[in-house]
């Protein structure tokens, strides 16, 4: 039987190399696995030259990351009932290769609604053209009211800041930690690890006061993941100049900005499709039995 253990730091060196393999998406970033892990019983396994990644609390797994004949090891799986097997955030191109390790069993394909939107870095940096006339709009109304503006990335002379004001910003109202609790686990987490866990991020000011701030990882080759973008209601046009801003910063690493599903929230979908995504990261829920 394989053997799982909860998600630590230290499986950081190990795990990040066959995460890295892949763009799968958000959930195959270790800050992701890692902040979340409390709310997921997050666990790993690893086999020869790869790994297993856990969701304990559902008894899902996620697409095995390296070289691992799954067919092979499907008995020593745990969380199977009557040797059924529970994948979830499974790209398209994962979900044909796992048709293809269980080719004489019965597999059962459901889309998942919350697509990963995927952004060209330029174009969130430029926004040129047209369709970006409102958010160059929102940018210069933010620069008109902070011409002093400072944008910086986040480091252990300025981390104190970003975690006031990630405080700051679930005082507001709507943003209570009680009724936002992933939110929660996730913008603490990322803070509270983020040199370990090799997070980028930035903050920005406006007259030398923190009023926004995001932070990421890396996703694969050329894909950057944003797992956190926070501004606070002050002043207008915060979050379009933070988005730009960072976006400028990571144009020239990476080629593409994922910045991560809408969670079903119409408004957040309406404000994810305004960027005009290079294409959306769909993915499945695989069930074999």
């Known amino acids: 039987m394989l053997s799982f253990h909860a998600i630590t730091l230290e499986d950081r060196e190990r795990l990040l190399p066959l995460l890295l393999e892949k763009n799968r998406g958000m959930e195959y970033t270790f800050g992701n696995l890692y902040v979340y892990s409390h709310i997921y019983d997050t666990k790993v396994a690893y086999h020869e030259d790869g790994a297993i990644i856990l969701f304990g609390k559902s008894g899902v797994f996620l697409m095995p990351l390296g070289k691992i004949d799954l067919a092979s090891i499907a008995d020593e799986l745990p969380c199977v009932q009557d040797g059924q097997l529970n994948f979830v955030c499974i ?95 996730c913008t603490t987490g990322c803070l509270s690890d983020y040199e370990k866990l090799g997070l980028k991020g930035a903050l920005l000011r406006c007259s030398g006061k923190a009023v926004a701030w995001c932070c990421g990882e890396m996703n694969s080759e050329g894909v950057f993941c944003t797992h956190v973008e926070k501004a606070l209601s002050l002043v207008e046009g915060d979050y379009a100049v933070i988005n730009r801003d960072f976006a400028r910063m990571l144009a020239d690493e990476f080629e593409f900005i994922n910045r991560e599903d809408d969670a079903g929230d119409e408004g957040l979908k309406k404000a994810k499709m305004s960027y005009h995504p290079a294409y959306i990261l769909n993915k499945n829920t695989v069930v074999i039995t």
Request: aromatic share 12%.
């Open 91 to 185: 790209t398209d191109e994962d979900t044909e290769i796992l048709k293809r390790s269980f080719a004489e069993r019965n597999i059962k394909v459901t889309p998942q609604q919350d697509g990963e939107y995927v952004y060209r870095s330029r174009d969130l940096a430029d926004l040129t053209g047209k369709k970006y006339h409102s958010k160059r709009n929102f940018c210069s109304r933010f620069e008109r009211l902070c011409p002093n503006y400072s944008f910086e990335t986040i480091t252990a002379d300025n981390i104190q800041e970003v975690i006031s004001l990630n405080e700051a910003w679930y005082m507001e109202p709507g943003n209570s930690p009680e009724e936002l609790q992933e939110d929660y686990a």
